[in-house]
């Protein structure tokens, strides 16, 4: 934070002489602290989620601090409803991420490549899936399962999860498909390839960053969502669905634990994908 | 030759024909369903019938205005807090940022690599009656021993604007950071103070991020529950609660459609009315981004 303050204060404090410097010097730290302190204001819950993992706590309640323990990391899974629910997740988010970016991914080709009768009202859907509050999401898929008497369950989440995350990866992608130079599939298709071939070795290759990216956002989407999940879950318990019955009781440290492994190992993908994506740049 | 081109016309139809389909039937059918759900009457034991039933829709208003119109409001004050909250942090960030720009965003972004619902339970962690922040204050005297924060309003809003101000500084930051910087030298070389470079240039060029800022943030928070559901009580009941309710513990399923098909009205409606009064073009740009 120094650094910064330093490194932006001579070019402007020089040439300004005139305005009285002290003044000026004091004001100029005001937004900078009040930036990291906004920071640690984001960071206050997730600092408690970690530290309160390690807490040695004795009854059920994980409230204050009572000494450091790395039990709850030995003891992960000793609660069976708890890793059937983080397992639940895991494959619908698998699974839910799979389909979305197969469908997305042929959805942001259509939109983002040809011009096509009905393509304004396609463009109406993705925005209004996007926008639609989330809780009319799962208060209209709740209807449509009700009214056809479909079981509610696994397939219904996985459904549900598909219909929101699919447009955002569709938009990625339409990005991605936006910005593609047309000379170099027209080049491969000088050199003889077939369209399949130019596809598979030209355009997919240059749109797998949008589609990476976009299978990310959908993974992320899917292991978090609380609200669509809990109209449509039927019997089925997913992670959020959970921790969110557990607040009433009181949240066991392995939800501490989980949600600290789940944090670092976003985190590490998230920086790696910057590393990589800098030196490829360099 | 023919063949191909034939090929080529049908091509954008049947790559975006299987996206499309499940979009029809999971996004835009319920949809449907929910309005025509929230026409018929009778229950869940002998079954409903499509009977014109608009007094669902009177019958909603009648029993949870309170909860309507609570919704909106939180949604108001909490828009206002996250605008106010967020617009130094995206200004500094994006004016004296420097290289370091990309690292202050992810900072700001770390709250959604941990779940949502945990976040929202760790809040009710630091805000509790015998908590780390409550308790030693209770026992050094600064506060008395009744003092309480969860289930009140003061627990809920701070709930949401925690929530939701990332959503608001990402847009405010990108509207700022396309201001170019030799406007404000421009602005101060003609002699404006601080003040009134801000006021006169930069302000007027982040608007569209306010607009955008607005939008994201206000409609998810009128229709959210999950906050209120952890860190509020009974005085601070949302209209997603009462929803959730009604279609899951209540099984009075045309009520609750009638209750979301009011909800999404409004905030439809609220839309509108904000793009007209702010100009059409300027939320169009934002729609666009």
């Known amino acids: ?282 | 030759m023919s063949a191909r081109s034939g090929r080529g016309r049908l091509a954008p139809y049947l790559v975006g024909l299987p996206g499309g389909l499940w979009l029809a039937i999971f996004f835009v059918v319920p949809l449907l369903v929910m309005f025509s759900l929230s026409l018929q009457s009778g229950n869940v034991e002998s079954g409903f019938q499509f009977t014109w039933e608009w007094s669902n829709y009177s019958r909603a208003w009648e029993l949870y205005s309170t909860q309507f119109i609570r919704s909106v409001v939180y949604a108001l004050i909490v828009t206002a807090l996250c605008l106010v909250l967020a617009y130094p942090m995206a200004y500094w960030i994006a004016f004296y940022g420097g290289a370091r720009k990309s690292t202050y965003l992810f900072l700001i972004l770390l709250p959604f690599f941990v779940s949502f619902v945990i976040r929202t339970a760790s809040w009710k962690f630091i805000l509790n009656d015998q908590g780390i922040v409550l308790g030693p204050l209770k026992e050094i005297g600064l506060l008395p021993q009744d003092f309480h924060l969860l289930a009140t309003t003061t627990a809920v809003l701070g709930g949401l604007t925690y929530n939701y101000l990332p959503f608001m500084v990402l847009p405010l930051y990108v509207a700022l950071e396309r201001v170019d910087p030799s406007l404000v030298e421009a602005a101060h070389d003609l002699f404006a103070s601080r003040a009134s470079a801000f006021r006169k240039v930069v302000f007027p060029l982040s608007l569209p991020g306010v607009f955008a800022g607005v939008l994201i943030t206000f409609v998810p928070v009128a229709s959210d529950f999950v906050n209120t559901s952890i860190l509020g009580g009974t005085s601070t009941t949302m209209i997603g609660n009462v929803i959730q309710t009604v279609y899951l513990s209540n099984n009075n399923y045309p009520l609750a459609s009638a209750m979301s098909f009011l909800l999404m009205a409004a905030l439809l409606i609220g839309i509108f009315v904000y793009a007209r009064a702010l100009g059409t073009e300027q939320v169009m740009e934002v729609a666009q981004r």
Do not use: C
């Not at chain 1, 469908?103 to 983002?112: E, S």
């Not at chain 1, 008497?149 to 992608?173: E, K, L, N």
């Open chain 1, 1 to 282: 934070m120094s650094t910064v303050a330093t490194r932006q204060a001579p070019p402007e404090v020089a040439p300004a002489p005139a305005v009285p410097g002290r003044r000026r010097r004091w004001t100029r730290l005001i937004l900078p602290t009040y930036t990291w302190l906004m920071i640690f204001y984001f960071s206050l819950p997730i600092l408690v989620m970690i530290v309160f993992g390690f807490n040695d706590i004795q009854g059920r309640l994980n409230l204050r601090w009572q000494g450091f323990t790395l039990r709850w990391y030995r003891e992960l899974f000793a609660i069976p409803g708890l890793t059937t629910a983080l397992r639940n997740s895991l494959l619908i988010a698998v699974i839910a991420t799979i389909i979305s970016v197969i469908l997305g991914t042929m959805i942001g080709l259509a939109l983002g490549r040809y011009r096509f009768r009905g393509k304004g009202a396609y463009d109406l859907v993705i925005f209004s899936a996007i926008s639609a509050p989330e809780l009319v999401l799962g208060a209209s898929l709740l209807s449509l399962f009700v009214t056809t008497q479909f079981v509610r369950g696994f397939v219904t989440i996985v459904i549900a999860h598909v219909a929101f995350s699919v447009s955002f990866v569709a938009v990625t992608v339409r990005a991605r498909v936006l910005g593609l130079d047309p000379a170099l599939e027209e080049a491969a298709q000088d050199l003889g390839a077939d369209p399949w071939t130019t596809f598979r070795k030209i355009t997919l290759p240059l749109l797998a960053p949008g589609i990476l990216a976009g299978a990310l956002l959908a993974f992320a989407l899917s292991i978090d969502d609380y609200v669509v999940t809990s109209f449509v879950n039927g019997q089925v318990e997913t992670f959020p669905l959970w921790v969110y019955g557990a607040t009433r009781v009181g949240v066991p440290p392995q939800v501490n634990v989980m949600g600290t492994l789940i944090f670092l190992g976003g985190v590490a993908i998230a920086v790696g994908n910057a590393v990589l994506a800098r030196r490829q740049r360099a």
